[in-house]
Nanobody, 117 residues
Framework: QVQLVESGGGLVQPGGSLRLSCAAS????????MGWYRQAPGKQRELVAT???????NYADSLKGRFTISRDNAKNTVYLQMNSLKPEDTALYYC???????????WGQGTQVTVSS
């Protein structure tokens, strides 16, 4: 089973940028759909972006143009580039791996992003 470890979170001022990384273990990474989700205290976990095994991408409408998801199968890593960050982007960001049309679903432990002046 794949294991996921997120990194790259931290404190950033409004308007700043961060790049999150999610490193995956295992030999089936190339077959998995990957995604980033986020959850703020008291709120539901929400989709940020996904990228399939065929490199098709999908974004939350409100984040299009600011966030970019990518993957490097040679490094078993998925990235989330976040630009023009806003205080409302503050959340715990989770990496997710899934095999489509199955119940295979794995989550990382999350990395904290705080946007504040």
């Amino acid at each position: 089973q794949v294991q996921l470890v997120e990194s790259g979170g931290g404190l950033v001022q409004p308007g700043g940028s961060l790049r999150l990384s999610c490193a995956a273990s295992g030999s089936i990474f190339r077959l998995l759909a990957m995604g980033w989700y986020r959850q703020a205290p008291g709120k539901q976990r929400e989709l940020v972006a996904t990228i399939t095994s065929l490199f098709d991408t999908n974004y939350a409408d409100s984040l299009k143009g600011r966030f970019t998801i990518s993957r490097d199968n040679a490094k078993n890593t998925v990235y989330l580039q976040m630009n023009s960050l806003k205080p409302e982007d503050t959340a715990l960001y989770y990496c997710n791996a899934a095999l489509l049309s199955s119940n295979y679903n794995v989550w990382g432990q999350g990395t904290q992003v705080t946007v504040s002046s």
